[in-house]
């Protein structure tokens, strides 16, 4: 598995032509990625608030995980820590369904 940050055109995990999907798959299955671009939803955090906002993460997870959003353009950093930018509160945005789904599902495996 590859450690570079992955990129639509390029081979990724389960595409070797790199389909956009499979590229975005690939960059936010990673450990930590889905968990960093949420707690981020609650806005701006230096490394060490959203460190404490992720709860169990590393520290060397944590770094990985923001040069690689960083690089894909979802997250940025500014005067106050990190930070969304408009293509990751994009992201969020289309995440929030999914949120919503997961609560009707948990619903389901409580009954």
């Known amino acids: 598995m590859s450690t570079s940050v992955p990129k639509p055109g390029e081979p990724v995990r389960g595409s070797k032509t790199g389909k956009p999907i499979m590229a975005l798959f690939d960059l936010l299955g990673r450990s930590w990625a889905l968990g960093v671009i949420w707690q981020l939803s609650d806005g701006e955090a230096t490394f060490r608030v ?34 969304l930018t408009s293509m990751g509160e994009d992201l969020l945005t289309r995440l929030r369904p999914m949120a919503e789904f997961s609560e009707k599902w948990a619903d389901h495996e409580r009954s």
């Open 50 to 83: 959203l460190q404490q906002r992720c709860e169990s993460v590393s520290p060397t997870v944590l770094n990985r995980r923001i040069k690689e959003l960083r690089e894909s353009g979802f997250v940025e950093k500014g005067e106050g820590g990190y930070a």
